[in-house]
């Protein structure tokens, strides 16, 4: 991670902890069993969608959350010049908070992963975790947040999910900064003991806070009960 966390000590860590810990509790009290329209073969937009509504409704209630959640919130470019629209993206959950002082806007990008090759590339390349490096996501954010919706059980997911990130190339690609121990990740996470690691890095100066960086806490999130008891959906 960066030599200096100056910026960390100006970060509203309290109210994004309780965002991260509202959403873990809607998403097991969600995922405890398989509803119809909410379960393993449900489509990431349609998982988005019903969490977000549930945590609104339900669990940020309950803890006093007074920040706004989206899903499917639209970001993107206009040209000033023509009106054209450059670029359009729509992230999975936000949560939004600021006081007298400060502002965040913490977003959560979901990735349905399992065991396969195919599954990493897509949580870590130009669709899942490169958002937030070389796209537009979380655009001058210290901190985002992907998560891993686990398909296979957990070890043979995120083990093989941690070592892909020690690929040179990949690193290079994600324009990673090394942790403080060496290596691609902070493991456990310097920013919420609900994270399963940390990625920090470093974004072109339009898309970066102040500080250059931005850090990537990783959760996975699993169903309460064995995927494999439901039959996927024919396509």
Known sequence: ???????????????ATEAVEALRQGWIELADRPHPQFNSNTKEAALTKRLKIYVENHTARQRGLLGM?????????????????????????????????????????????GRQKSHRNHYLRDQGLGRFVTGIYSRQQAVAAMVGVLLDPEPDVVPPLRMALEDKSLATALRLRPASAGGAIAKPSTLFAAADFDTEHDR?????????????????????????????KKK
Not at 86 to 95: K, S
Not at 204 to 232: C, E, M, N, Q, W
Request: proline residues 8%.
């Open 69 to 113: 959640w989206s899903a499917e919130d639209i970001i993107g470019e206009i040209d000033p010049a023509t009106g054209a629209l450059i670029q359009e993206r729509r992230t999975d959950i936000v949560y939004g908070w600021n006081n007298d002082a400060l502002g965040m806007r913490l977003v959560f990008e979901f990735k349905r992963i």
């Open 204 to 232: 072109d100066p339009a898309l970066a806070p102040s500080h250059g960086t931005i850090r990537v806490s990783h959760f996975f999130f699993a169903f309460g009960y064995p995927t494999s008891t439901l039959k996927p």
């Open 1 to 15: 991670m960066s030599s200096t966390d100056d910026w960390l000590s100006a970060f509203p860590i309290q109210p």
